[in-house]
């Protein structure tokens, strides 16, 4: 073990300051990102966990948020022009007023919710690939919707309740999981009974494409081709490329973007002043040990680098206190039905961040260096 991590080990009540404080910042930027992301993603989830391969929009399309006006429902027919393409289906959603029928000591409860579309058969192009078996026979039934557990109270309901939605009375048959929401509750619902309640709409426009491949290791050489045939009348996207083109375009907002840079900066601010200032009165306190390694003979390039190795173990520990509360907050927003979502960038991002912040606090730290005089070492 080397000397500035078993100094970090035995003497950590000296570091654990700069520790929490380069966990909060990581938890500050984790935290304020995530639930972002988690808000863009709790609107993709249908499109995230479909069977569908490629997703087809209209051709000034940037990503599902930028998504407007529809598109020609004849593009369909043109989709299945190419050989590999095995199914095509609109993605069709709609707005629906929902209210309860309150019990006995039950408030009254109304509220707009987002309605969604599926074909529950297996196999299906529209079918999320995480509804159980279940699930899917409950939606067959006509009048049946299923909600994601989350939002049962918010909408005053439980399974096996009756309610109505845009006036007409539906069955409330299952509660799945993982569909949360912000802002408006997600129902879905089969295409049957969106016709009866009178809430699909079937005119010569269509919202995005779901479309599912032959052999979906070639989908990005069907892409490529299908837009070919389209000829600039639409855009196709693999799933994964719409997936990261929807979180850019969430990070570009203008609102969005303002906090999550106010978050980083702040956090990097209050990362470096703590850490540095834990740093130099750690060191600052063994500034007799310092000493007596100089009177042995270590030179002050190599008492550099243990500060600076000492201040990269602070950055490692940190980060492991980052994951401990960026768990725990994730765990208590899951459940009260708050969306929080990780990628991978942001991950890797924090991560440079916080060890970026760790050892420049470290360089900050080693003029204290040059009190570690031998000589002090008599008095």
């Known amino acids: 073990m ?3 991590l078993s100094t970090l080990i035995f003497e950590w009540r000296r570091y654990l300051a700069a520790v929490i404080a380069l966990a909060v910042a990581g938890l500050l930027v984790l935290a304020f990102t995530g639930m972002f992301m988690g808000m863009a993603k709790s609107f993709t989830n249908t499109i995230d966990r479909s069977p569908a391969h490629i997703m087809v929009l209209p051709p000034q399309s940037e990503s599902l948020f930028a998504n407007s006006g529809g598109q020609p429902r004849r593009i369909i027919p043109m989709l299945y022009q190419h050989p590999d393409v095995a199914e095509v289906m609109p993605m069709n959603g709609s707005w629906a007023n929902f209210s309860n029928f309150p019990k006995d000591g039950q408030p009254a409860k109304s509220d707009g919710v987002q309605v969604i579309v599926i074909d529950p058969f297996e196999g299906s192009v529209t079918l999320p690939n995480d509804f159980s078996e279940a699930t899917m026979q409950a939606l067959q039934e006509p009048y049946a919707i299923v909600l994601d557990r989350t939002v049962l109270a918010k909408l005053g ?9 845009n006036g007409q009375t539906v069955n409330v048959r299952a509660a799945i999981d993982d569909y949360p929401s912000t802002f408006q509750s997600m129902v879905f619902t089969s295409r049957q009974t969106a016709r009866l309640l009178g809430i699909i709409y079937e005119g010569p426009r269509v919202g995005p494409i779901l479309v599912k491949v032959k052999d979906p290791t070639r989908a990005k050489q069907v892409v ?15 799933r994964e490329d719409l997936s990261v083109a929807n979180q850019g375009t969430m990070l570009k907002e203008g609102g969005i973007s303002v906090i999550l840079g106010f978050a980083v900066l702040v956090g990097i601010f209050i990362g470096i002043v703590i850490t540095w200032q834990t740093l130099q009165g750690a060191i600052l306190a063994n500034i007799k040990e310092f000493a007596s390694l100089r009177a042995l003979g270590v030179s002050m390039g190599r008492l550099r680098v ?17 994951l401990a509360l960026t768990a725990g907050v994730a765990g208590l927003a899951k459940m009260g039905g708050v969306p929080m979502y990780f990628p991978m960038w942001l991950c890797i991002f924090v991560t440079l961040m916080l060890l970026s912040i760790a050892i420049l606090s470290g360089l900050f730290s080693l003029g204290i260096l040059k009190k570690s005089q031998p000589a002090d070492l008599l008095r």
């Open 306 to 322: 243990i500060i600076m190795e000492l201040s990269f173990w602070v950055g490692v520990f940190g980060l492991i206190f980052t």
């Open 157 to 165: 309901v439980q399974v096996g309740d009756k309610a109505k939605m």
């Open 224 to 238: 490529a081709e299908l837009n070919a045939i389209g000829g600039g009348q639409f855009r196709a996207w693999t």
């Open 2 to 4: 080397s000397l500035a």
